[in-house]
């Protein structure tokens, strides 16, 4: 197999294994108990857990995936309400010791090389988002509370 190859296998084996981790992690640093637990998955969310060989029934889930699961949809609803266009996922990354947490998606109508970032930090009972879609234009990121 030529270098390239090999590094794109890599590329992708890390990406599989580091989602994998953040699935059997805790998804956020909010306890339990102030989570409001969703009534259903969106259909976005059954069709992401599908494609990652996890049960669809949001009480099959454990609660890492729980967090994970619905993290992503909020960024992603984040994305779309701010800038009125469909995104689609590309990775997602729960708040570490070296990290924040934050989703990686890109617009629909363009390619998955058009990476979109969004950070999501919970201070003082809210979360708050930061993108970089403006960076890509040049312009200083923007950050929105939600309640």
């Not at 390239?4 to 296998?9: D, I, K, P, V």
């Not at 994998?20 to 969310?45: F, K, M, N, W």
Request: glycine share 4%.
């Amino acid at each position: 197999m030529s270098k390239r190859g090999l590094s794109a296998l890599r590329k992708g084996v890390i990406i599989f294994l580091l989602f994998a981790s953040i699935l059997s992690d805790v998804g956020c640093r909010v306890e339990r108990d102030s989570v409001e637990e969703p009534d259903h998955l969106t259909q976005r969310q059954e069709e992401l857990l599908e494609e990652m060989g996890l049960p669809t029934e949001y009480d099959s889930l454990t609660d890492s995936q729980k967090n994970a699961i619905t993290s992503i949809e909020d960024c992603l609803t984040y994305l779309e309400d701010k800038y009125h266009e469909e995104f689609r996922y590309l990775s997602y990354a729960k708040a570490g010791p070296l990290e924040e947490e934050h989703l990686e998606a890109y617009p629909a109508s363009e390619t998955p090389s058009d990476v979109v970032t969004v950070y999501r930090t919970y201070e003082d009972g809210e979360y708050h988002y930061e993108d970089d879609y403006n960076n890509q234009a040049g312009k200083l990121p923007l950050v929105t509370v939600c309640r």
